[in-house]
Each structure stands twice: as C-alpha cells, then as structure tokens.
C-alpha cells in the first residue's frame, strides 16, 4: 500500500494535533469561517524538483492535501529567485490559503514572504530556511546538529577501542547545514568516545573544526579521533569520488569516510574501493537516502542520519492543519519545527525504510 503522509503515527519533535474533521463541517450559514471552511487550497513553491528529496516532499504534500480533502497547486521555481516570487504571486490570485516554501534564496525570499503575508496568505517555509526577518508561521527541517550527533554516538560505540582516523567529505564552504552537521558528527565522536559531557563535546567540536580552518587537519587525543584531511564536494556523488580520490593519495591509513550527505559519502566509497582500501567505514551525517539504507542493509554503511521528507512534510502539514482550522498564528510556534533526530544504522534500517527517498 502507497504510505500516505497523514497515515502512520510518527515520533515528532513536537506534539501537534491530527485534526481530521476540517472536511466535514455542516455549518450552511452565510459568513462562513475559515474556520469552518469545508476545504482550503494550498500551495508549495519549491526552488527545485531536481532530485529525490525534493519530488517525494512534493509527492507527500499532494498526497496529504488530498487526504484531508484540500485542494494542492506545486510550482517550480528551478532555483530562479525571480521565478519563484511569480509563482508565490500567482499562487495569491489564484486564492490559496496558506503557502509552503521551500525557498531558492533566504535573503530574497523575505520580501516574497512579506508579499504574501500582506494579501492575507500565511506561510510555512520547509526543509530550507529563510533569513531571520521573514514573517513566517515556522520553518520544518530535520534536526542536521542532533541527527549528526546521534550518528556519532552510534559510531562512537562502533569504535570505542578502535582509533578513527577518518577523511571529512563536505559540500560547500559557508553552507550553515553542512557546517551543523559535520560539528554533529565531530560532537557525538568526541562524546562517544572520552566520556565528556555533551556540552563540553560541542566545544571541542568547535576547537576540531578550527584547527581543520586553520591547518587542513585535527585530532582529539582524548577521544582517540583524528581528521587528517578535508575535500569540498559541492554535495554530488561525483564531487565526493573526485575529493576522496584526492584525500586517499596522501592518507592510505584511514579507518572512516566522514560525509554531510549520503550522494557523496557514496561516491567517497566509490573511491575506497577503487584504492583497494579494505575495512573502511561510510558514516553520513544526514540525509536518509533508500540508497544508503539498502547499502546499509548489506552492511557496505555503517549509519546515516534522518533527513526525511516524509516526516518534514508530515509535520508541515500537521501546523498547516492547526492554522487553517483552529486559527493559529505564528505566535503559537517556535521559529523553528524539527523532527526527531534518528541515526538509521543496521538495527533499525528496516522500521525507517520507507520514510527514506
């Protein structure tokens, strides 16, 4: 049976209220209330279909809006920030009462968010962020520090009489979910691994990355971790092949493949194998690909974190929900809403399968 994003009950990072009656109100009076709407038209405004991730949050939201008897519009901006200010205008004129938005820019989508604020459509921004000073109802991502972290934890264990000496494989410089997710993995090693308090392993993840800037290399010595080299990717499974490629020349004796996503933690495997590198571990911070999942399965990756689009579109459509039919307002909601972070490892790749992409 296809899953449907409203159909399974989920560990969310906050409680919310499945309000399933919005469709079947009976009032028949003139003056009806949006909150006694019989169904509401919503639409998303994303900045790219291009991948996985992205057609499956569609896929979802679509088949959400139906369950609950709501009408669904999908614009596609194609990562043009002009084209997605004319779809959040078209989408207002054709009388949508909320928007989702998944934004190309987080600067300039505070003026598009604005616009729609002002003609009286609110809007949830999800997975991508907008700048601070957006009107928003909240922003649904996953949790990229504590899902990195969990990840850690779980290696930590993996590894606690065992040195890491590991290869970091990042996206791209000044990337904000890059960085919080690497800082989660260096986090949950270091923790894992020494005993430190939580607190204290984000400081020494702070002090890892530094000296990374500052000399291309690091280490933990209580934690027995060591980084001893770092390749920018661009978040491909080709950039990750070609960054571990680089790496492995100069360092043969490694333990770990550290990565920001699944794509090139991938292609980094790709390159171990080609140097006939043996018993090397894949650990990703994020993102919860079925590719990855079927490799875990296989026992080729040790763990990924959960970054899913069902369940971020689960929970948006939960405060869509709240919104729509009880009248809440941003005031009700953090800034931001985050699903549970999840390390999916061999134990429990088979329960979180299908909320993969």
Known sequence: MKKRFLSTGLCLAVTVSLLFGCGSSDSSEEGTTDQEKDSYKVGYATKTLSGGYFVKLDEGLKAGCEDLGWEYISMNADRD???????????????????????????????????????????????????????????????????????GLAYAEHMKDTDIKALMISGSKGDVAGYERRMGLFCGIIEGKSGMSEEDAWKAADAIEQELIDNGKAQNEEAHFYVLGQGWSNWSEDGGLQAAEDLITANTDITTILGENDDM?????????????????????????????????????????????????NLALDIAQQVLVDGKTKEDFERVTMTSAVAVTKDNVDERYDYGF
Do not use: H, W
Not at 85 to 114: H, K, T, W, Y
């Open 81 to 151: 920030a002009d084209t997605e200010r004319a779809n959040l205008e078209a989408m207002v004129s054709q009388g949508c009462d909320l928007i989702f938005l998944n934004c190309v820019d987080p600067d300039s989508a505070v003026a598009n968010v604005q616009y729609c604020v002002d003609n009286g459509v609110p809007v949830i921004a999800v997975d991508g962020g907008c700048s601070e000073d957006a009107d928003l109802i909240t922003t649904v991502y996953s949790d990229n520090k504590q899902n990195g972290r969990e990840v």
């Open 265 to 313: 933690v991938i292609g980094a495997g790709v390159a171990v194998d080609n140097a006939n590198l043996e018993n090397v571990d894949l650990v990703a911070a994020a993102d919860g690909s079925q590719r990855a999942y079927d490799l875990i399965k296989e026992g080729k990756y040790f763990a990924t974190g959960e970054n899913s689009p069902v369940l971020v579109g």
